[in-house]
Every structure is written in structure tokens, then in C-alpha cells.
């Protein structure tokens, strides 16, 4: 079976990864050097130096993430006891769809730019590379009032953090900081032969919202009871500014969502059902249990 034998060259890519990191250290850049050489994964557009946070899969590549993305979809869809069917909804939605969820106002990170190196850093980001030169007690008390400071979505207050402990540009080595402020995540286009904000739509930052706006739509048409399932793959698309962490953290990425449906009430015996489930189907790849946990 081709899926099968791809799930295991996986596996055994991995036991031959790990055996590879340890000798080195600097293990992403060992694991990024490994996926390019043998044909994985290749920076997007690399003859025109390449666009940050945007990967294409290669011959080997392509073909392993088909094949677990369809070893997930008869999984969750055709072998699974419970009742679940899939859809493929369209990447662009009405705009309402992403201010109804929150994505609009709130599908954001707080972002500040250092004026010298014109480099943007997530806030977070930033104070916790700082956090990290300190000893344990002080790294933690300033972590703590960052967490304080964007939950309350105090921006003044952050900038004054960041400036109270003088943290610096790691290109300019300067602490020349704009205001703290939001950014939002979503790709903007425009539809329609005019550009103006009534026309403003996004690319789908994931999946899922697709799922519950035609949960109607499949519930009538299929005659589906609760408990069932809706299950989606595709691709999403997010505006990351600090763009690292190889495929972990990408601007275009495919997702694999399913959306279980269930009654008021039930939800803590389906939620254990479905961590049980899950990790069956991971351990079916052959990876070994105790390379998982559960976050």
C-alpha cells in the first residue's frame, strides 16, 4: 500500500532526523538543510530570494503530505464510528462571516517597530527574548506583567515596559521604538473591478469558519442528528510578521479540521472521547507513544 509505506518512510525520516540533530547545534537549521537536499521541502521562489514563511513541498514531500492528509480524511470520514462528513468550502467568504467571529477586530497581535532597523517585532516576542538573558525570579516577575499588560490590551503600558528595561533592536542594537499597536493577521484583497473598502474580502485565516456557516446547509440536506461531524481540508492563509520556526510557522498552510457537534451538556464526555481517538490515530503512524503529549 503506497499511503502505507509513505506513513513509515516518514517515520523512519524522523528516527534518521533525530540521529541527525543530535550531532548538531543548530537543529532546525540541520532539519531545514535535510528537507531541501532530499527533495522535502524547497523555499518558495528561492531563484528570487525566496519569500519568508512560504515553503513549496517537493517530489518526496508533496507526496508525504498527500498521503497523510488522505490517510486523515477516509480516517475521520469513512472508518470513523462516528457520524461525520466532509465539504470543501470556497477560501473567500463574506466579509460579515470574519467580523461576526471576531477575526476582525481581534485575529491580531501587538506589533512595535524599531525606527533605526525598520525591523518589526511582536511584542511578546520581543520582551520574551529579554525575559531569557535574565535569572529565573526576574525573567518570570517581567513575563508576568506582560501577560497583565496584553490582556488588559494596555499598548502605552507595554511600550513602557519595553522601555523601562531598555530592550534593545537585535539589528540596530538601538532602543528607538514606535508606539505599541495592532496588526491584524488576515490577508486583504478586493473583489470587483473597483478597489474601495466595500469591497474588501480575506483570505480564510482557517478552516473551520466554513464548517459552521454551512453547518445548516448539511444538516438539512444530509438529515444528520447530534452528535455528528463536519470535517474540512484546505488551504488558510495568516499575515505572520515574525516569520520563523520553518513549516511550523508559514503564511500559506494546509489545514485538516473536523467540527464535532453535540448536545449541551455532553461535551466533557465527548471531549474525552475524541483525545482517546485522536491519539490512536497518530499512533497508528508508527511514531512512537512517548514522543506525544497532549497541549
Given at each position: ?43 518558495s ?36 464510528e ?55 525570579e ?108 520553518f ?14 457537534f ?13 483525545k ?20
Amino acid at each position: 500500500d503506497v499511503g502505507r509505506f509513505y506513513v513509515l518512510a516518514q517515520y523512519y525520516l524522523n528516527q534518521y532526523l533525530c540521529t541527525l540533530i543530535m550531532a548538531n547545534e543548530n537543529k532546525l537549521q540541520a532539519i531545514i538543510g535535510h528537507a531541501k537536499e532530499y527533495g522535502f521541502v524547497f523555499p518558495s521562489s528561492e531563484i528570487y530570494d525566496g519569500l519568508g514563511a512560504v515553503y513549496d513541498y517537493g517530489q518526496w514531500g508533496v507526496e508525504l503530505k498527500r498521503n497523510v492528509r488522505d490517510y486523515w480524511w477516509r480516517w475521520m470520514t469513512q472508518m470513523n464510528e462516528q457520524n461525520i462528513v466532509g465539504i470543501d468550502a470556497s477560501i473567500f467568504m463574506h466579509p460579515t462571516v470574519w467580523k461576526a467571529s471576531g477575526h476582525v477586530d481581534n485575529f491580531s497581535d501587538p506589533m512595535i517597530d524599531n525606527k533605526d532597523s525598520k525591523k518589526r517585532y511582536r511584542v511578546d516576542h520581543l520582551i520574551e527574548g529579554f525575559a531569557e538573558t535574565l535569572d529565573k525570579e526576574q525573567g518570570d516577575a517581567l513575563l508576568a506583567e506582560m501577560d497583565k499588560l496584553i490582556a488588559a490590551d494596555d499598548f502605552a503600558g507595554l511600550k513602557s515596559l519595553i522601555d523601562n528595561n531598555k530592550i534593545k533592536c537585535a539589528v540596530s542594537g538601538t532602543v528607538n521604538w514606535t508606539d505599541v499597536r495592532q496588526f491584524n493577521l488576515m490577508f486583504s484583497t478586493e473583489v470587483g473591478s473597483v478597489a474601495d473598502e466595500s469591497n474588501t474580502i480575506y483570505l480564510r485565516p482557517e478552516t473551520a469558519q466554513g464548517i459552521f456557516v454551512n453547518f445548516l446547509n448539511v444538516q438539512k440536506t444530509a438529515r444528520m442528528k447530534i452528535p455528528f461531524g463536519i470535517a474540512q481540508t484546505g488551504k488558510a492563509f495568516r499575515n505572520e510578521i515574525v516569520a520563523r520556526g520553518f513549516i511550523f510557522r508559514m503564511r500559506e498552510f494546509e489545514q485538516m479540521e473536523m467540527q464535532f457537534f453535540v448536545r449541551p451538556g455532553t461535551q466533557k464526555e465527548w471531549y474525552e472521547y475524541w483525545k482517546t481517538e485522536r491519539m490512536k490515530w497518530h499512533a497508528t503512524l508508527g511514531i512512537p507513544a512517548e514522543n506525544y503529549r497532549f497541549h
